[in-house]
């Protein structure tokens, strides 16, 4: 359970960060080709990132929680089974806050450099409206880099990835009869 609080606390620290750090309007829609279609402002960015993270947090931690405490007459099999799932699905929240961590430091932080400056308060001028920021943030598009860091699309598909192979492959081993019986053997 420590390394979800420590994710946590990392993701809630970055969330505070960007709250300080972030301009006004920042983008919260991208199209098919990368590109801002919808903007936002800040402090609706910063509340939708603490409230995804929050849930995250709350039903993987709730969740582990009450896999070990529901077993009042549990047999030592059982324990052991279920003390396995409680740590796995902490480690399926903390990954999931690193991921979304890492995704919020690269399009809105300083790890998504120059595709990343035209929202960031970098070099970012004061718009009458969110019509014509997003007007001024399309026609700059080729010139000052507003797309969605490819950086962003990569950490995705690293995320998924590990997902796909950890559900694949460490699950289907972690809980094979036989690791159960040689947990159970030694409990």
């Known amino acids: 359970m420590l390394p979800l609080v420590a994710a946590g606390a990392l993701y809630a620290l970055l969330c505070l960060m960007l709250g300080t750090a972030l301009p006004e309007l920042v983008p919260l829609g991208w199209d098919a080709d990368l590109l801002v279609t919808h903007l936002a402002r800040r402090d609706h960015l910063v509340l939708l990132a603490a409230g995804a993270g929050t849930a995250v947090a709350a039903v993987t931690g709730g969740a582990a929680a009450l896999v070990l405490r529901y077993a009042p007459t549990a047999t030592a099999r059982q324990t052991v089974l279920r003390r396995m799932v409680s740590a796995d699905l902490a480690h399926l929240g903390a990954v999931t806050l690193l991921f979304l961590t890492a ?34 943030s399309r026609a700059a598009a080729g010139a000052t880099g507003s797309h969605l860091p490819t950086t962003a699309v990569v950490i995705l598909i690293a995320y998924l990835a590990y997902l796909v192979v950890w559900a694949a492959w460490v699950v289907p081993r972690r809980y094979r009869r036989d690791a159960v019986r040689t947990a159970d053997s030694i409990a």
């Open 103 to 136: 995704e919020l430091a690269v399009v809105y932080g300083p790890l998504g450099g120059s595709e990343a400056a035209s929202w960031t308060g970098q070099d970012t001028p004061s718009y009458p409206s969110r019509e014509a920021a997003l007007t001024a």
